[in-house]
């Protein structure tokens, strides 16, 4: 999944940056709210983390400009630790939910997590496909009772493809999901690591439809 980090402050910017790609995570940044804003209408993000006090343009306008033109990406925003007034105006203004600073990282990826499952209607637990359990914290697949580890392309893909079950996907719209800006892609990666993907979850699963994309079957339990 792809996920936007607007942070002005340099260190905390590339820790996020850095932590959250270890987290399985394609991480594209801002730190200034205009260059932020433009990322957050230019590419389908699936998660945005956005703090309040920002140079050129603060968190709540951005977030407000956002949802005025339909922009529904969920939004973690990052507030001063006692200002309850800034938690409140950027629910009003459409936030998802908030880390108060400081914070500790394992906390900002638990809530990502919990954001991911609610998109799909699970409200707790590993992200499920009938026998198929993707667990995001060892970033590993079970299959029928069989554990097989991902490299970081591997997980960020699946995890794509069971958050869209049934859902015809582009190559275009998988490149978008699962790398960042800075990503150096050969034109057959996706086959590849989609190949890959066949051998750990079954060749059934992940169908191919020629000149359109690929569709991911969830199994019966």
């Not at 069989?146 to 970081?152: C, D, I, P, V, Y």
């Not at 086959?191 to 992940?206: A, H, M, N, S, T």
Request: aromatic residues 8%.
């Amino acid at each position: 999944m792809r996920l936007l980090v607007i942070e002005d402050d340099q260190y905390l910017r590339k820790r996020l940056t850095q932590e959250l790609g270890q987290a399985g995570y394609a991480v594209d940044s801002a730190d200034n709210g205009p260059e932020g804003e433009l990322l957050g209408d230019q590419f389908p993000y699936d998660l945005i983390v956005l703090d309040l006090g920002l140079p050129g343009k603060n968190g709540i306008d951005v977030l407000t400009a956002w949802r005025a033109r339909g922009n529904h990406t969920p939004v973690i925003i990052l507030t001063a630790r006692d200002q309850w007034r800034e938690k409140v105006d950027g629910f009003s203004a459409g936030a998802d939910d908030y880390l108060a600073k400081p914070f500790h990282m394992a906390e900002l990826i638990a809530r990502l997590g919990a954001l991911v499952r609610r998109s799909q209607g699970q409200t707790q637990g590993p992200l499920t496909a009938g026998d198929i359990v993707l667990d995001e914290a060892t970033q590993q697949v079970t299959v029928a009772g069989e554990s097989h580890r991902l490299t970081g392309v591997e997980f960020r893909l699946l995890r794509y493809f069971m958050l869209n079950p049934g859902r015809l996907l582009s190559k275009a719209q998988i490149d978008e999901h699962v790398y960042d800006l800075d990503a150096t892609k050969e034109s057959n990666v996706i086959e590849v690591y989609i190949r890959r993907l066949r051998q750990k979850v079954g060749k059934e699963r992940i169908q191919t439809r020629r000149g359109q994309g690929y569709m991911f079957q969830a199994p019966t339990p």
